[in-house]
């Protein structure tokens, strides 16, 4: 499966921001989906996750619950991050996942990042 992240960009503080990741190949519904992202200087971090199809269980990172919403669209094999009401601190490389483990520890796919930048 490869992965491919797309959607980032330079936003004022307040503004918002949609993430794609399109997967290819069959198994993506097969896969849980996650987003995590890395700032400059600062470890990789979890920002959230969606089960797979029909379990509909998310999570997300206490830091960006309530103003980010992760979804997928197994027939588009794509998933999103509907980020809103962006702050300065969500400036990252942002990053898609997927992962058939009980827990993130292990991540069998990871995408390549896209740039989100939010300025003050």
């Known amino acids: 499966v490869q992965l491919q992240a797309s959607g980032g960009g330079l936003v004022q503080a307040g503004g918002s921001l949609r993430l794609s990741c399109a997967a290819s190949?069959?198994?993506?519904?097969?896969?849980?989906m996650a987003w995590f992202r890395q700032a400059p200087g600062k470890e990789r971090e979890f920002v959230a996750s969606?089960?797979?199809?029909?379990?509909?269980?998310?999570d997300y990172a206490d830091s960006v619950t309530g103003r980010f919403t992760i979804s997928r669209d197994n027939a588009k094999n794509t998933g999103y991050l509907q980020m809103n009401s962006l702050k300065p601190e969500d400036t990252a490389v942002y990053y898609c996942?997927?992962?058939?483990?009980?827990?993130?520890?292990?991540?069998?796919?990871w995408g390549r990042g896209t740039q989100v930048t939010v300025s003050s």
């Open positions: 996942a997927l992962s058939n483990a009980r827990t993130w520890s292990k991540v069998n796919f």
């Open positions: 190949g069959r198994t993506f519904v097969t896969y849980s």
């Open positions: 969606i089960s797979r199809t029909g379990e509909g269980i998310v």
